[in-house]
């Protein structure tokens, strides 16, 4: 079982839909992280988060530490937020090293 | 400013060449990483340099790979020998490494893809 499970896999949209991407993960973390991904391009950090909820124009992140999970919401969705969306943590255990532990990440199609 | 720079953008190699993949993160970030995203594993860490401290090397897949981080600046991962299962976009990272906290936003550079023959 990976330790970061992202769902969906994949997801189609109408644009102007409400979205819903979810991830659990089942080590304890020092943060959680969700990354944004267009086609053929770079990664951009969207949210880094540890507690509570955190918004930026139509995307939201919330994480419930209790029940290890997060989701990241995307309000009156558009075409160009087609993109793969990944979840990752930074391990809580101590150590100096803050690597980022990936899921496998949810592939958005919104479709005009 | 300049984000996080890498080079070569493409990289076409024989099987059994040496490769040498260079990072230049934002100025100023103490913290740097190297990722790899390949279709079959997803994205997975490599190595971590932070300030003077050892690099934790525990993501490297084999003894034919290595970084150096001179000066506390850029960052040379290099990939001896290579096998057609190396063939992934190498991925580089920097972030502030807060003194009241450990983590933080971590940016990413453009990628580095690289293909094995």
């Not at chain 1, 304890?28 to 391009?41: C, E, F, K, T, V």
């Not at chain 2, 997803?42 to 490297?60: C, H, R, T, V």
Request: proline content about 4%.
């Amino acid at each position: 079982k990976n330790e970061v499970e992202q769902s969906p896999q994949n997801l189609t949209a109408q644009e102007g839909e409400f979205i819903t991407i979810n991830c659990s993960y089942s080590v304890g973390i020092s943060a959680l992280h969700w990354l944004q991904q267009h086609p053929g391009g770079g990664i951009v950090s969207l949210f880094m988060l540890s507690s509570g909820k955190k918004k930026h124009g139509r995307l939201i992140a919330t994480i419930n530490i209790q029940e290890k999970h997060s989701s990241l919401h995307i309000t009156a969705s558009h075409p160009r937020d087609s993109a793969v969306y990944i979840c990752a943590v930074t391990m809580n255990y101590g150590g100096a090293t803050n690597k980022l532990i990936f899921g496998t990440g949810t592939l958005l199609a919104v479709q005009p | 400013g300049a984000g996080v720079s890498q080079s070569p953008s493409n990289k076409v190699t024989e099987k059994g060449k040496d490769v040498e993949l260079r990072c230049d993160p934002i100025s100023g970030h103490t913290a740097l990483y190297w990722y790899r995203q390949s279709l079959g594993q997803g994205l997975e860490f490599l190595i971590y340099f932070q300030g003077n401290s050892a690099p934790d090397k525990s993501g490297l897949p084999s003894d034919r790979f290595s970084a150096e981080r001179t000066g506390g600046s850029v960052s040379t991962l290099t990939i001896q020998r290579t096998q057609q299962e190396d063939s992934a976009v190498y991925l580089c990272a920097s972030s502030l490494q807060g003194r009241l906290r450990n983590y933080n936003e971590q940016f990413f550079g453009p990628g580095t893809r690289l293909t094995v023959l």
